[in-house]
C-alpha cells in the first residue's frame, strides 16, 4: 500500500500528460475541418464560429511545407526535458506563421497557466506584419486575442493570447523583472539573423534553466538550418524538429564575370529585361544600402511607363526599415495584375516571404554599420554577405517551375570572401545600452553572461567606462540610482543622461522634443531636389545648431498638423517624424510616471538657449570636436581623429563668409569616405569644463585641446575661488559696518 501511494503522483503526471496531448490532438483535428465537414466548428480561442475565409487561408497552410510536421513538433513541445525545442527550416517553409499558431495551442490546452505566448522578432516591422497574417489565418481580431507590440506602438489588451513583439522591446522587460517574463510559450524566431537581443535573451534563458522553474515555460528558438549546429551545441542537444523540404526546385544562379561598377544601373537593367522578356511572377531585387534602394526605385519608376508590355506597367515597391507601415504594401493584391518589383537589402534576407516572387537579382552586399569600441565611432562597411544569405536570396525563387536568380557578382566572390553565417551583432554594435540591461539584471560582470558569441574584452570595457563617465555606476561597479533611471529609458545612455540633465536645467520640454527626433527622425537625409525645396530647409533651421534646428522642424510639423504633403515639399520623412511625435508622448508619459519635475515650453528664449546646451553637454561630453585651424577639419577630442561636418550640417549651408564654430557637441561620428560628424552645435569650453566629470578632462588622449581644458579648468577654479574669498570679505564688512552702527 504504502509503494502505491509514492507511486500517486507519478501517475497523475502521467494521466495529465495523456489528457493533454488528447486535448492538443483535438484542437489540432478541429482547426483542419472544412467547411462541408462541420459548419458550426467554433475557434477556441473567442468561441466564435469560423468565417469562410479562415477555410480559405487553411488550405494555404495545409500546402505548407512546416504542416506535415505539425504533430511531431506538439509532442516535443509537451516532452522536451529542457523545456526548449529548436526548429529547422528554409526560409519560405512556413516557420513564422503556424508555430506561433501551434504554440497557442499548446498554450490553450494548459490553460495559459503563466501567461501568453510571445514571439519575437529582430526587426519591428516584421513583428507588425506578422501579427497582421497570423491573426488573419486564426480568425481572430488584432488588438485583442493576437497583438503586437513594437516601439511606439503597443497593440495588445488584456485578453491578447498572443503577442509578437521586437525582440529588444521583451528584452527590457526581461532586464525589468526578476523571472523570465510573464509567458507560457516564448518563442524566438530568424534567430540566424544574430540580433543582439535575440543572442542575449537566449543567453539568460540558458542561465535560468527552463527546467528548474515554476510553471513548466517553454521556448522555441526558430532557425536556418545552417546556423542549427551552433544553437543545438549552446542548447545542450534539446529535441530538433527539422521541417520538410518544400515542393519545386530552386534556380541555378546566374553569375556575372565581374562585379559591375553601378549596381543600381545593373540592377534596374535586369528588372527592365525581365519586364521586355514578359517572364512571368514578381522581381525581387537586393541591393546593399537604403540610399541604393531608394536610386534604384527613382529610376525604374521613371523607366517602367515606357516599356511597350502588355497590361499595367509594374509597380515599384521599396522594402526597407525606413518605410515604416507602408511595407505592407508589398502583400497588397493589385487589382490590375501588375508586376510587382519589390527593391530590398538584408532586411529581407529572412523575414518577410513573398510566394508571389519568381525572380531574384542579387548584388551580393550589404552596407552595414559597426561600432569601433577605441575611437567610439560607427564605420559604414561594404562587404559581402554571408553564404547563407546568399543561399536564402537564391531560395524565393524557388518554385514549380523555378524562377530566376542573377547574381552581379562572380561566382568566386561568394565562394572565396563569404563568411558561412552572418554576422552576430554583439560583436559589432555598441554594447552600452547592452551592459546597462545586464546590469539591471544584477550581472555583475557582463562577461560572465552566457553569449552565443563572446564580444571582444575592450568592446565591454568602452562600455564599462562610458556608463562610468555617464555616473550611471557606483563605486562597487553596480548601477548607481542615476543608473537605474537611466535603464528605464528606451534610449541610448548618453541621450538618457541627458533628458535627465534637463529636469535641473529647466528645459524638459525641449529636451524631450529633441530626444524624440534624434531616436525616430534625424533631419534631412539626401540633398534638396530643387531650389525651392532648399529655401523651405533653410527656413526650419536654427541659427545655434542642428539640435535646435530638430526641435524647430517638429514644431513645425505640429503646427502644420503633421501634413504629409508639407513634409514632402522639404524633404522631410513623414513617417518617421510621426514615429518621433508618438515616442515623445511615450517619453512624456514614464517622466510623469516616474516622478520626473517637467517644465514650461521656452524655446527660443537665451536662458532656454544656454540650458538646453547645459543639459546636451551633460549626456554627450564624450562627443565633442575642435576646429584647431579655422578650416572646417574637427579634431574629435577622445582620441586624434579628423572629422568634417556633415553636408546636411546647418553650418554648411549657411553663405560664405560663415566660419565654422570652434567647439562642437555632435551626436554620431561615422567613418565613411567622408568621416562625417551628425547632427552638429556649437558649444563654448567653459560649458564643458564645467559640466563634464573632471577625471574625464584628466583621462583624454595628450593633446593641444587637452592642455587648454586642464588650463581653463585651472583659471575657472581660481576665479571661483578668488570670487568665494571677495564674497566672504564683504560678507565681513558688511558685518563690521552693522556692529559699528
Known amino acids: 500500500m504504502g509503494q502505491g501511494f509514492n507511486d500517486y503522483p507519478t501517475f497523475c503526471r502521467s494521466c495529465q500528460s495523456a489528457t493533454m496531448a488528447s486535448q492538443l490532438l483535438r484542437l489540432a483535428e478541429e482547426s483542419g475541418l472544412s467547411p462541408g465537414e462541420s459548419e458550426l466548428a467554433v475557434n477556441p480561442f473567442d468561441g466564435l464560429p469560423f468565417s469562410s475565409h479562415y477555410y480559405e487561408l487553411l488550405e494555404q497552410r495545409r500546402a505548407l511545407p512546416i504542416w506535415a510536421a505539425r504533430f511531431i513538433f506538439l509532442e516535443q513541445l509537451e516532452s522536451s526535458p529542457s523545456g526548449v525545442v529548436l526548429v529547422s527550416g528554409e526560409p519560405g517553409s512556413g516557420k513564422s506563421t503556424q508555430i506561433p499558431q501551434w504554440c497557442a495551442e499548446f498554450a490553450l490546452a494548459r490553460g495559459f497557466q503563466k501567461g501568453r505566448v510571445t514571439v519575437t522578432q529582430p526587426y519591428p516591422l516584421a513583428a507588425l506584419s506578422l501579427a497582421l497574417r497570423v491573426a488573419d489565418e486564426m480568425d481572430l481580431t488584432l488588438g485583442h486575442e493576437v497583438g503586437y507590440s513594437i516601439p511606439q ?10 503577442r509578437f513583439c521586437w525582440d529588444r522591446l521583451l528584452l527590457q522587460e526581461v532586464a525589468s523583472t526578476r523571472g523570465t517574463g510573464a509567458w507560457d510559450v516564448l ?8 540580433s543582439v537581443a535575440s543572442d542575449l535573451l537566449q543567453g539568460l534563458l540558458r542561465d535560468a534553466r527552463l527546467g528548474n522553474l515554476p510553471d513548466d515555460p517553454r521556448v522555441v528558438v526558430v532557425t536556418d538550418p545552417a546556423f542549427e549546429p551552433k544553437l543545438q551545441a549552446f542548447w545542450g542537444d534539446p529535441p530538433i524538429l527539422h521541417v520538410p523540404r518544400g515542393p519545386g526546385r530552386c534556380p541555378t544562379p546566374i553569375y556575372r564575370d565581374t562585379v559591375p561598377t553601378d549596381r543600381v544601373e545593373a540592377a534596374c537593367q535586369a528588372v527592365l529585361e525581365l519586364c521586355r522578356k514578359e517572364a512571368p511572377g514578381d522581381v525581387l531585387v537586393y541591393l546593399p544600402s537604403e540610399e541604393e534602394i531608394s536610386l534604384c526605385c527613382e529610376f525604374l519608376s521613371r523607366e517602367v511607363g515606357t516599356l511597350a508590355v502588355p497590361g499595367h506597367p509594374p509597380r515599384v515597391l521599396p522594402l526597407h526599415p525606413g518605410r515604416g507601415q507602408a511595407v505592407q504594401a508589398v502583400y497588397e493584391d493589385t487589382d490590375s495584375g501588375a508586376r510587382k518589383v519589390v527593391v530590398t537589402h538584408w532586411f529581407a534576407d529572412f523575414s518577410f516571404s513573398l510566394p508571389s516572387i519568381h525572380h531574384v537579382i542579387d548584388s551580393g552586399l550589404e552596407l552595414r554599420s559597426v561600432y569601433n569600441p577605441q575611437i567610439r565611432a560607427e564605420f559604414q562597411m561594404l562587404r559581402p554577405i554571408s553564404k547563407c544569405q546568399a543561399e536564402a536570396r537564391q531560395l524565393r525563387a524557388k518554385g514549380a517551375p523555378p524562377g530566376s536568380c542573377l547574381c552581379l557578382y562572380p561566382k568566386s566572390f561568394q565562394e572565396l570572401e563569404a563568411l558561412p553565417l552572418p ?116 527656413a526650419l533651421e536654427h541659427a545655434d545648431g542642428d539640435h535646435s534646428s530638430l526641435i524647430q522642424v517638429y514644431e513645425a510639423f505640429i503646427q502644420n498638423g503633421a501634413d504629409k504633403a508639407w513634409c514632402q515639399t522639404r524633404g522631410l520623412n513623414w513617417a518617421a517624424l510621426c514615429q518621433a511625435q508618438k515616442l515623445r508622448g511615450e517619453l512624456l508619459e514614464l ?43 574637427y579634431l574629435l577630442l577622445t582620441h586624434k581623429h579628423v572629422a568634417q561636418l556633415s553636408p546636411y550640417c546647418c553650418y ?28 552638429v552645435s556649437e558649444i563654448q569650453p567653459q560649458m564643458l569644463v564645467e559640466l563634464a566629470p573632471p577625471y574625464f578632462l584628466s583621462n583624454l588622449p595628450p593633446s593641444e585641446s587637452r592642455d587648454f581644458l586642464n588650463q581653463l579648468r585651472e583659471e575657472m577654479a581660481a576665479s571661483s575661488t578668488a570670487s568665494t574669498e571677495s564674497e566672504s570679505s564683504s560678507t565681513q564688512e558688511f558685518g563690521d559696518a552693522c556692529v559699528l552702527q
Open 153 to 162: 506602438e503597443d497593440c495588445t489588451g488584456p485578453h491578447t493570447l498572443l
Open 187 to 194: 518563442v524566438l524566431d530568424e534567430a540566424q539573423e544574430r
Open 423 to 538: 554576422q552576430p551583432r554583439v560583436c559589432e554594435e555598441n554594447l552600452s545600452p547592452l551592459v546597462l540591461l545586464l546590469k539591471r539584471r544584477q550581472i555583475a560582470e557582463p562577461g560572465d553572461c552566457h553569449f552565443l558569441d563572446r564580444p571582444a574584452p575592450e568592446a565591454l570595457m568602452q562600455a564599462l567606462e562610458d556608463l562610468d563617465y555617464l555616473a550611471a555606476l557606483d563605486d562597487e561597479g553596480d548601477l548607481s540610482d542615476l543608473g537605474v533611471i537611466l535603464s528605464e529609458f528606451p534610449l541610448a545612455p548618453e541621450l538618457a543622461k541627458a533628458l535627465l540633465a534637463s529636469c535641473e536645467f529647466d528645459c524638459v520640454h525641449e529636451m524631450l522634443t529633441l530626444a524624440a527626433m534624434l531616436t525616430a527622425a534625424p533631419g534631412f537625409t539626401r540633398p534638396p531636389l530643387c531650389a525651392e525645396e532648399a529655401a523651405l530647409r533653410r
Open 591 to 633: 517622466m510623469q510616471r516616474i516622478e520626473l519635475p517637467l517644465s514650461q515650453p521656452a524655446f527660443g528664449s537665451e536662458k532656454n538657449r544656454r540650458d538646453l546646451q547645459k543639459a546636451l553637454v551633460s549626456g554627450y561630453f564624450l562627443k565633442v570636436a575642435r576646429d584647431t585651424d579655422g578650416t572646417g577639419n
Open 652 to 679: 554648411r549651408s549657411r553663405r560664405a563668409p560663415a566660419r565654422p564654430p570652434p567647439w562642437v557637441i555632435y551626436h554620431s561620428f561615422s567613418i565613411s569616405k567622408d568621416n562625417c560628424l551628425s547632427i
